[in-house]
């Protein structure tokens, strides 16, 4: 059986380029693909539909720039 790929809230705020506050947010959106375990430390998700939704509904964001 194939596992699935997971997110949790840390790769989500790197997926999207927010902090894990807006992170919070961003999965209390209706349409936001439900979790597929919420377990006592943190919460995950199904990559594939995370990947499907992101590709639906956030525009891509520049990655922060770093000052030198």
Known sequence: MKRPRL???GELAALFNVSRQRVLQ????PGFPEPLAR???TTVWDADEVDEWAR???PPRPPAEDDE
């Open 26 to 29: 961003i999965t209390r959106r």
């Open 56 to 58: 639906r509904h956030r």
């Open 39 to 41: 377990l006592i430390g």
């Open 7 to 9: 997110y949790g809230p």
